[in-house]
């Protein structure tokens, strides 16, 4: 069962990295760890550290929840630089008064 689950992780990293088009030594060197390491996270024949999952992650701009559990993350702040990128900048401080207002509200 670990192996499957090993696989099924190493899987999704290596599709993440080639999303992004970095090569494996590249991504090894930005997590520290060996290429030959990587490789064999990525085959799942090893497993990593939570210190590993946390510098894959953030190399690659990705939940825990993608890379272990397989779930886009639909309440990640992505989304939101994505509409606020597509937004006119004039209309910037209006979105910023009402995420404060909706803060202060739902806090009450």
Known sequence: ??????AQIGHRIRLKREEQKLSREKLAECIEVSPQFLAQIELGRR??????LYKICSALSTSADYIVLGRECENDLSSIDKMLSNLNPKYLPYVEDLIKTFILAINK
């Open 47 to 52: 497993g990593m550290s939570s210190v590993t």
């Open 1 to 6: 069962m670990k192996k499957c689950l090993d």
